[in-house]
């Protein structure tokens, strides 16, 4: 299997990039910080990314922040900052969907195929009992919608293809220990394993969904 990750300097995506790479398969992975590759610059996604040849049999975008730019999620309306807000949207929602946009040429289309972005459960609506964090659960909403409806477009031309949105669950790093509160957490290594055996399970019946590192469907 030839898998590409996306943000491959992170917790998650560095530990998806080792567990693939000890199966035995090829993986490639990318980053801001090595390669350049930056989610709120499509400019960079188309460089980084179209210098790329072959197929991929897995994408996985592992990117995404919940405190950017210093600024940690709003308890309440009056924390709503219109910058915060487009800064949440641009990074979690529009740049995966870019990755995806110029990812549709490395994916295979007589084959089964998989393209997986990081969500989070708190990106459902329906699920949401709460409150607050108004931004980050906003565009993670906004991801699972996007991704949903390129899952439509790409079963069209990749008939065997997996698109979906994934939540890890509560991980060790440093952001989401410190939002967890009392949370159990795991480490990254058994988050990507989770995650790898949540996308070898999916068919393609189930591309466009919203799933959790137990392979349990998530409202919307």
Known sequence: MRALIIGASGGIGAALVARLAADGGEVIGLSRSVDGLDLTNEATIERVLGALTGEFDRIVVA????????????????GVNSAAVMRQFALNAVGPALVLKHCVRLLPKSRPCQFAALSARVGSIGDNALGG???????????????????IELARSHPQSVVVA????HVETALSLKY???????????????????LDALAPTQSGGFFDYAGKPITW
């Open 63 to 78: 990117t995404g922040a919940l405190e950017l730019d210093g600024i940690g999620p709003e308890k309440s309306l009056r």
């Open 133 to 151: 964090w108004y931004s980050y659960r906003a565009a993670k909403a906004a991801l699972n919608q996007l991704i949903h409806t390129a899952a």
């Open 166 to 169: 994934l939540h890890p669950g």
């Open 180 to 198: 967890g509160g009392n949370l159990p957490a795991v480490s990254t290594a058994q988050a990507a394993e989770n995650l790898l055996a949540v």
